[in-house]
């Protein structure tokens, strides 16, 4: 299956990160190249991209999309280590980095990864296919407690404790081991009354995604470390697909935002209170209706952006 990735908000992330053209910029979440494609077209000679993904199958793919250019630097690794990898990169700042910490259409939609409720796989959800957690170890293993929590808090599954309940009682018989065992546990534990539009087995899938691939544990330290590696007037652009997500990254930016009491006047901050920037949009972006129509997966999606405050002279 060919690696597709329909950028999400491509227009609105774009004129978010106000690309110099000489500019550095990382694409944390690299994909198909999607995003990547449209800012590495207005960088010069002298710009330059950072593409880091996890997914070595996403790297391949963007290697190929983005072949024209050739000032990518391909990184496989997480956008959670971004200090270390631009460190290693010899790159003190940048000009910009993007985070769309949605999944890809290609992660969703082959079913030999594991992500799908569509069909018959093996239970993997591993973005990188180095890691050893996998989706088989979080439902064969974890505590009931843990996995009731973990289909509450990611997946917001009102029949989470119906759902691992069903779980326990099967794997003390047999390990759970493809897609389709799980789909048809997830079926025969919502009663039909309840059940209503959708796919059944959706919230429970993301949800053991979620904790299978860390999505969420790290994101506040992330988005905080991604602003402390921007340079003066330096954009960060954060699009989220979870509640849980866009409220850690809010909360990371309003941290850095700082809360100053000075009275307005002043030229300057006395109250001894240390911004590293603003919020550019104080509420969310969300895609227009024709984006949502035209690709579903927009309907949920929600980009803000920071932009890191210039040094004032005393």
Same mark, same amino acid.
């Given at each position: 299956m060919k690696f597709e990735h329909k950028p999400v908000l491509l227009a609105e992330c774009i004129e978010g990160l106000q690309i110099k053209p000489d500019g550095i910029y990382v694409d944390g979440t690299l994909g198909g190249g999607g995003h990547s494609k449209e800012i590495a077209k207005?960088?010069?000679?002298?710009?330059?991209?950072?593409?880091?993904?996890?997914?070595?199958?996403?790297?391949k793919a963007a290697r190929e999309n983005l072949?024209?250019?050739?000032?990518?630097?391909?990184?496989?690794?997480?956008?959670?280590?971004?200090?270390?990898?631009?460190?290693?990169?010899?790159?003190q700042k940048v000009d910009g980095i993007l985070l769309d910490l949605g999944v890809s259409s290609y992660q969703l939609d082959e079913r030999a990864r594991g992500f799908s409720y569509m069909g018959e796989a093996k239970l993997d959800m591993r973005m990188d296919r180095t890691q050893r957690l996998?989706?088989?170890?979080?439902?064969?293993?974890?505590?009931?407690?843990?996995?009731?929590?973990?289909?509450?808090?990611?997946?917001?599954?009102k029949f989470s404790k119906q759902i691992v309940k069903s779980i326990i009682e099967i794997r003390k018989k047999k390990p759970?081991?493809?897609?389709? &065992?799980?789909? %048809?546990? /997830? +079926?025969?534990?919502?009663?039909?009354? #309840? $059940?209503?539009?959708?796919? *059944?087995?959706?919230?429970?899938?993301?949800?053991?995604?979620? &904790?299978?691939? %860390?999505? /969420? +544990?790290?994101?506040?330290?992330?988005? #905080? $470390?991604?602003?402390?590696? *921007?340079?003066?007037?330096?954009?960060?652009?954060?699009?989220?697909?979870?509640?849980?997500?866009?409220?850690?990254?809010?909360?990371?930016?309003i941290e850095a935002e700082g809360i100053c009491t000075c009275p307005k006047d002043l030229p300057y901050c006395v109250c001894g209170c240390k911004s590293e920037g603003r919020m550019v949009n104080k509420k969310p972006i969300e895609a227009s209706i024709e984006e949502q129509r035209e690709n579903t997966r927009a309907k949920s999606a929600k980009l803000r952006v920071f932009e890191k405050a210039e040094t004032k002279e005393r």
């Open positions: 207005r960088l010069s000679a002298k710009g330059k991209l950072i593409g880091i993904d996890r997914d070595e199958e996403a790297l072949k024209e250019f050739s000032n990518i630097i391909y990184v496989h690794g997480n956008h959670d280590e971004i200090q270390d990898i631009l460190h290693t990169l010899d790159i996998t989706a088989y170890d979080v439902v064969n293993t974890y505590p009931e407690e843990k996995l009731i929590q973990i289909l509450r808090e990611y997946g917001e599954e759970i081991e493809t897609t389709m &065992e799980l789909v %048809n546990i /997830i +079926e025969n534990s919502i009663p039909r009354a #309840k $059940q209503k539009e959708g796919h *059944l087995a959706k919230r429970t899938f993301q949800a053991i995604r979620i &904790e299978v691939n %860390n999505e /969420i +544990e790290p994101l506040f330290i992330t988005v #905080k $470390q991604s602003i402390q590696c *921007l340079k003066e007037k330096g954009r960060l652009c954060v699009i989220t697909f979870h509640s849980l997500e866009d409220r850690n990254v809010k909360k990371a930016m």
